[in-house]
């Protein structure tokens, strides 16, 4: 994590600027910002360390992607698919290597790929119902 | 896992910038 990461805790009750500023509205709330406080990634609760490692990686994906950093958001989301293929952010993973292929090849069947792969590998996830429909 | 919290978000910020990092904030209530 620390290799991701900076981790810094914030009090909601002497820190109401930032909890309101960034519309924290529950604890535990973990939300990933970069070094000018854009922030990228969330989620509420405690985790399992899989789990929570696996939201790192998407974190650090998410913002190569919105970046235009193709190449390196793919390979995170590969990563996290590789390292923590049960976890409950492996099947957006798999679906947005799909998209960094499409990004950065303009290929749509790469797309179509991932769409069937995420939809095969996770079909009682949400991703795997959302991806359903690709033939 | 042993976490390293840092002092402030300040010095997170600084510390993301100079190293590539994103700052993790851990809101939380002491009560």
Not at chain 1, 52 to 66: D, G, H, I, T
Request: net charge positive.
């Amino acid at each position: 994590m620390h290799r991701e990461t900076v981790p810094v805790q914030v009090d909601v009750l002497t820190d109401r600027a930032r909890t309101k500023g960034l519309r924290v509205p529950w604890t535990p709330t973990f939300v990933f910002v970069d070094a000018e406080g854009v922030e990228h990634h969330r989620f509420v609760g405690y985790l399992p360390a899989d789990e929570f490692r696996a939201q790192v990686v998407l974190a650090r994906a998410r913002e190569a992607f919105l970046k235009g950093r193709y190449d390196e958001a793919r390979r995170r989301y590969a990563d996290l698919v590789y390292r923590f293929p049960s976890t409950d952010a492996a099947p957006e993973s798999v679906y947005w290597t799909g998209v960094c292929d499409f990004k950065l090849t303009k290929d749509l069947e790469r797309l179509y790929a991932a769409c069937r792969e995420t939809a095969r590998r996770y079909p009682n996830h949400v991703w795997g119902k959302k991806l359903a429909f690709v033939p | 896992m042993a976490i390293a919290w840092f002092p402030t978000v300040e010095a997170a910020q600084e510390a993301a910038r100079a190293t590539g990092r994103l700052v993790l904030l851990q809101f939380h209530s002491p009560h």
